[in-house]
């Protein structure tokens, strides 16, 4: 595959989406080759030769991955979700939001640089929670924030509910991203705002617990992406 086919194949116009949604961010520029686990990267920075072979079979396999766990999620799902759940698809691009979900749609995008390693717990809990969002059918664009907060919660329960059928009682979501001195209390200032859309981080985690879950702790960039945009 060419340099120029698979920036065209990740999706272009996404990649430019996230670029104009990140206006002002610090700029990412660490090799592909040398990235750290869960580290967004800007696609188009890449020079052509890490495009061909370094993201290409990663953008392959993780789509194959992702292909398959949503098949699982949905399975373990069972029929009492079957209708709600049909037809949803996911796709492997550039997305600055790390996932998201479209409900209205039944569609999942996932970010390429930051899940192409994710271990099969973070990625099955991140997928599953945007399942939620769809079979629960969070359709609303900009819901008030104590509605938006309560859609989290119940997103997180519904992914809690399908990893631990699978097997899971434990998913390094948070603990995926490398932690930063002073990010924990960075993020509780953050969520304890009253226009806050999501809930606070030890709510998520507290909640889990209460249903035999546990949810890791993890830095601040993938704080702000999982309470911000998984969504």
Same mark, same amino acid.
């Given at each position: ?7 065209? *194949?990740? #999706? ?9 949604? +990140? +206006? ?31 993201? $290409? @079979? ?20 069972? @029929? ?23 409900? *209205? ?30 079979? !629960? ?24 509910? !399908?990893?631990?059928? !699978? #097997?899971?009682?434990? $998913? ?17 200032? !953050? ?7 999501? @809930? ?7 909640? +889990? ?9 993890? #830095?601040?960039?993938?704080?702000? $992406? ?6």
């Amino acid at each position: 595959m060419r340099a120029r086919d698979f920036i065209t *194949e990740i #999706g272009r116009r996404d990649i430019l989406k996230g670029l104009a949604g +990140a +206006a002002g961010a610090a700029a990412l520029g660490s090799m592909a080759s040398n990235a750290q686990a869960g580290e967004y990267q800007d696609i188009t920075k890449q020079d052509p030769n890490t495009l061909v072979k370094v993201w $290409a @079979p990663r953008m392959q396999e993780l789509q194959q991955r992702c292909n398959g766990t949503l098949a699982k999620l949905i399975r373990t799902a069972g @029929p009492s979700w079957a209708n709600q759940l049909k037809g949803t698809t996911i796709a492997v691009k550039s997305n600055r939001q790390y996932i998201q979900s479209d409900p *209205e749609n039944r569609y999942i995008s996932i970010d390429l640089t930051v899940f192409w390693d994710a271990p099969e717990d973070v990625l099955s809990f991140a997928i599953a929670h945007e399942l939620g969002h769809i079979a !629960l059918g969070h359709l609303e664009d900009n819901p008030a924030p104590e509605k938006s907060r309560q859609e989290e919660m119940d997103a997180d329960d519904f992914a809690v509910r !399908l990893c631990k059928a !699978l #097997g899971y009682n434990k $998913a390094g979501v948070f603990k995926f991203m490398h932690a930063k001195k002073g990010e924990m209390e960075y993020m509780r200032q !953050l969520a304890n705002q009253p226009n806050s859309t999501h @809930p606070t981080y030890d709510q998520r985690m507290n909640r +889990a617990q209460q249903q035999g879950f546990q949810l890791s702790k993890g #830095g601040v960039e993938q704080m702000n $992406a999982l309470m911000t945009h998984l969504a």
